[in-house]
């Protein structure tokens, strides 16, 4: 079975732009989480989607913003890029909300350099 | 509030030793706990996890962690290291009374082996 995919897996943009990276969970899993992952600030939880819907949404200003598709794959995008925005960006899927005990698997992330 | 402490920025250990990479939690109920490992450049890895019974977890790639409540820890230990363990451990909480509750990652412990 296929893992976790992400794309691009780098991406370089300009301050002021916006950027849409792309998920695609392993086939079957229902639930797709996004992460920050930055030097300083460790792994952040940004958002959970699960059947279309928002479940879950971490500390970030409204400048992320994600969607999920009726096939599960998912999308984030981030306008009016900052510097600090500069980071790897790691998706997880699991089969269940994941809530309790739910694994969740991730992929190899997208690294993004904001200039 | 859920929270998880990794003390150690670093463990260096010889090939052949046995290690030890440290975690403590702090939740509200029971937890659910996690150990991930990430190698460069690649998204992360799920190796073990503690739901509940056995306190003694057993993972992927000859890894075990020890549950301790009354420490509040969930410590990874591995009984020979190898080189190729080296890589970023990050260990992970959840609250198991909360049924769409956010993990929580720790800071991230970077192994490192020597021949």
């Known amino acids: 079975k296929a893992g976790v995919t992400q794309t691009p897996r780098y991406l370089i943009k300009t301050r002021g732009q916006q950027v849409t990276l792309s998920c695609s969970p392993i086939?079957?899993?229902?639930?797709v989480s996004w992460y920050q992952q930055t030097p300083g600030q460790g792994l952040q939880f940004l958002f959970e989607?699960?059947?279309?819907?928002?479940?879950n949404k971490g500390n970030f200003p409204g400048r992320f913003s994600g969607r999920q598709f009726s096939n599960s794959r998912s999308e984030m995008n981030v306008s009016t890029l900052e510097l600090g925005d500069s980071a790897l960006y790691l998706c997880?899927?699991?089969?269940?909300?994941?809530?309790?005990?739910?694994?969740?698997?991730f992929g190899p992330g997208t690294r993004l350099l904001v200039l | 509030a859920q929270s998880v402490a990794q003390p150690e920025d670093q463990v260096n250990v010889a090939e052949g030793n046995p290690l030890t990479v440290k975690c403590t939690y702090s939740?509200?109920?029971?937890?659910?706990l996690f150990w991930y490992v990430q190698y460069p450049n690649r998204g992360l890895q799920f190796l073990l996890k503690?739901?509940?019974?056995?306190?003694l977890v057993k993972g992927s790639y000859g890894f075990e962690a020890e549950f301790n409540k009354s420490q509040t820890s969930f410590h990874l230990k591995k009984p020979s290291a190898l080189v190729s363990d080296s890589a970023l451990y990050f260990c992970?909480?959840?609250?198991?009374?909360?049924?769409?509750?956010?993990?929580?990652f720790g800071s991230g412990t970077r192994l490192s082996i020597r021949p």
């Open positions: 997880a899927s699991s089969l269940r909300i994941s809530g309790g005990s739910e694994t969740q698997y």
């Open positions: 086939s079957g899993h229902r639930s």
């Open positions: 989607y699960f059947s279309e819907t928002q479940r």
């Open positions: 939740v509200s109920g029971n937890p659910y």
């Open positions: 503690y739901i509940t019974g056995d306190n």
């Open positions: 992970a909480v959840r609250d198991m009374r909360r049924s769409a509750s956010k993990i929580i």
